[in-house]
T-cell receptor, first 113, second 111 residues
Framework: DAKTTQPPSMDCAEGRAANLPCNHS???????VYWYRQIHSQGPQYIIH???NNETNEMASLIITEDRKSSTLILPHATLRDTAVYYC??????????????FGQGTELSVKP | DVKVTQSSRYLVKRTGEKVFLECVQD?????MFWYRQDPGLGLRLIYF???????EKGDIPEGYSVSREKKERFSLILESASTNQTSMYLC??????????FGPGTRLTVT
């Protein structure tokens, strides 16, 4: 079972920030939070990941609460091309796990003009 | 850029046929993965491999096998395709500690 909980859907106006929440209350100390997105009919695309500090890259920012039980993915200026399903994933550790990911249902983000 | 390619975007096979889905990555990644994706069920891990000739069962391995004879290639085999294996199949690769890079997917229809 997925170790994360996300709202099934969200809307965002084009040009505004999209804030996607994720709950991972059972996360272990050495587990990372990963975010992927999947645009319709394509393979998932990596966005960002973090352990305990906030992270930013060219695509998004990741805010992780101090207790690490939840996080928020921020798309600072959403465009229509950001319409996709966004997955928050806690990564299973250990070499014999191969870094496997357990995908939940994700949040379907609709960016509207 | 990392590139993960899958042999076909669309495939139609008959019940009982043996089906091979091929995945190739060009980044010398140790780990490779096969998922299937179905509406309402999300992505589910079928098998993964963390080294050549090594394989581990994922969450839904029944009805599937895999082969990894070379580092860059990971094959998913349906020994005798059934209609409940109609699905989108996604391959991914990664290093042991990096993010996974996904291929474009193969939409398999079994009739």
């Amino acid at each position: 079972d997925a170790k994360t909980t996300q709202p099934p859907s969200m809307d965002c106006a084009e040009g505004r920030a999209a804030n996607l929440p994720c709950n991972h209350s059972t996360i272990s100390g050495n587990e990372y939070v990963y975010w992927y997105r999947q645009i319709h009919s394509q393979g998932p695309q990596y966005i960002i990941h973090g352990l305990k500090n906030n992270e930013t890259n060219e695509m998004a920012s990741l805010i992780i609460t101090e207790d690490r039980k939840s996080s928020t993915l921020i798309l600072p200026h959403a465009t229509l091309r950001d319409t996709a399903v966004y997955y928050c994933i806690v990564r299973v550790g250990g070499r014999n796990q191969g870094g496997k990911l357990i995908f939940g249902q994700g949040t379907e983000l609709s960016v509207k003009p | 850029d990392v590139k993960v390619t899958q042999s076909s975007r669309y495939l139609v096979k008959r019940t009982g046929e043996k089906v091979f889905l091929e995945c190739v990555q060009d980044m010398d990644h140790e780990n490779m993965f096969w998922y299937r994706q179905d509406p309402g069920l999300g992505l589910r891990l079928i098998y993964f491999s963390y080294d050549v000739k090594m394989k581990e069962k994922g969450d839904i391995p029944e009805g599937y096998s895999v082969s990894r004879e070379k580092k860059e290639r990971f094959s998913l085999i349906l020994e005798s395709a059934s209609t409940n294996q109609t699905s989108m199949y996604l391959c991914a690769s990664s290093t042991p500690r990096s993010e996974q890079y996904f291929g474009p997917g193969t939409r398999l229809t079994v009739t």
